[in-house]
């Protein structure tokens, strides 16, 4: 997850999305957003 990469990861064997940091700190907020707005398989959620 290159837009989020302290936050995302994504594992080499199946590409599946990994959550780092379920609480990322606020300077994170606007990327965390724009990972789940690109993310192909809508697989991310933002919840506030």
């Given at each position: 997850m290159l837009v989020a990469p302290e936050v995302f990861d994504q594992r080499d064997e199946d590409g599946i999305?990994?959550?780092?940091?379920?609480?990322?700190?606020a300077a994170q907020h606007a990327a965390v957003?724009?990972?789940?707005?690109?993310?192909?398989?809508?697989?991310?959620?933002?919840?506030?």
């Open positions: 999305v990994v959550l780092l940091n379920a609480s990322p700190d957003r724009e990972a789940a707005t690109i993310c192909p398989a809508a697989a991310i959620q933002v919840r506030e």
